[in-house]
């Protein structure tokens, strides 16, 4: 794990984890990170976006619906886990539509992608990898976050201490408002070096 992403998470945890609990920890470290792009995901996903992310996984293997819902939640970490009263009726739609076939499997059914589901995969293929791509990244995220959690609960002297530090870097900076040009230079090379310090690993 990279030191400033591990101190970033650490610093959420700060001033969010004990009040709000891991959760509330974990959805705003997720909506603010220095990394984030425009794609933003939120729990509860659009249908066409769910249809497009169940098509992209059936064109990896065919599934069971309980397969779906879990390869979602392990790809997220937990973050996103869609409710079978949102997967089943999708897949329905999407057998409708002629994207999925199903066959039975006893008392499971099997879907499978369509040549006609792969070209309408194909067409929405950009933005269908891109809403892949953040789920994946939210979960790796989201262990990042659990470590750091976990690693405060025995280490919490060492958080209170960067809490202050960042508390005097915050003042500091606010009294310095209004400064000259040539002191704005100064101030912005000391916490650039600062931020070199921080990512040194020893």
Known sequence: M?????????????????????????RGFMGGGPDGE????????????????????LEERPSHGYELIKALEERSNGYYAPSPGMVYPALTYLEELGYATVA????????????????????????????????????RKMERVRRAFAEGED???????VRLASRELRHALHDRRGCSAEEARRIAEVLRRAAAEIRRRD
């Open 155 to 161: 280490d919490g002297i060492g958080l209170q201490e």
């Open 38 to 57: 425009g794609l933003r995901l939120s729990r509860k996903m659009a249908a066409q976006d769910l249809q497009l992310l169940l098509l992209r996984l």
């Open 2 to 26: 990279h030191h400033n992403d591990h101190l970033e998470a650490r610093l959420w945890l700060g001033r969010h984890g004990r009040r709000r609990g891991i959760g509330a920890l974990a």
């Open 104 to 139: 039975p499997e006893g008392a499971k059914k099997l879907y499978s992608l369509t040549e006609e589901g792969r070209r309408h995969l194909g067409e929405n293929r950009e933005h269908t990898d891109a809403m892949l791509s953040q789920l994946e990244r939210i979960g």
